[in-house]
């Protein structure tokens, strides 16, 4: 008997989302019909798109065969679908409000930037020797996270800084509880 795990959910004021192991996505609105439909790869990246009204209509999901899918909500029906090929996406953010455009970064390191309105629709901009934890952008700049190292590059990924995060973290040296308490020896 195989049984169902969580392995994403996203938290909205609309609803509840929630991605298992078996590609499955349900959607649980705070009104109205729950709603699930089953995905062809495993869910790795959930976000959530709202729509010019204001309540969540759209969700993006990346997965790990390098594909991410972009579902109408309630109704799962597919409105663009792009393939890297790329490993694992693991993040993803949008790049502008009223478009499918989006940045992704994968498993391997590969940043993209996925548009649906234009000819080459996946566009490889630059990669890190690292996986890709989140990304988001400031100005014309982009913030990769892999870890504990921030990665601050331009859009074409010539100009970039790294800084390793945790070296500003003070690391306190303790003793092992044999060395810390002197404890005599029982009368």
Not at 46 to 67: E, K
Not at 74 to 100: C, D, H, M, N, Q
Request: hydrophobic share 35%.
């Amino acid at each position: 008997m195989h049984q169902r795990i969580i392995v994403r959910s996203l938290i909205t004021k609309d609803g509840t989302l929630v991605a298992m192991n078996d590609g499955t996505l349900a959607w649980k609105p705070n009104d109205g019909r729950p709603s699930r439909t089953v995905l062809q790869g495993l869910p790795t990246v959930l976000l959530a798109l709202r729509g010019p009204m204001g309540p969540v209509d759209a969700v993006a999901v990346g997965t790990a065969d390098g594909d991410v899918v972009v579902l109408t909500i309630p109704r799962f029906e597919t409105v663009a679908k792009f393939s890297l090929k790329s490993g694992s996406v693991r993040a993803i953010t949008l790049l502008s409000e009223g478009s499918f455009h989006f940045l992704v970064g994968t498993q391997h390191g590969a940043v993209w930037s996925l548009c649906d309105g234009r000819q080459n629709r996946s566009e490889h901009l630059f990669s890190i020797d690292s996986p890709v934890s989140s990304l988001h952008l400031e100005g014309k700049n982009v913030h990769i996270r892999s870890g504990w190292i921030h990665h601050v590059r331009t859009w074409d990924g010539t100009s970039h800084e790294v800084k390793n995060t945790s070296e500003s973290y003070i690391v306190k040296r303790r003793r092992r509880l044999g060395e810390a308490y002197h404890l005599p020896y029982p009368a």
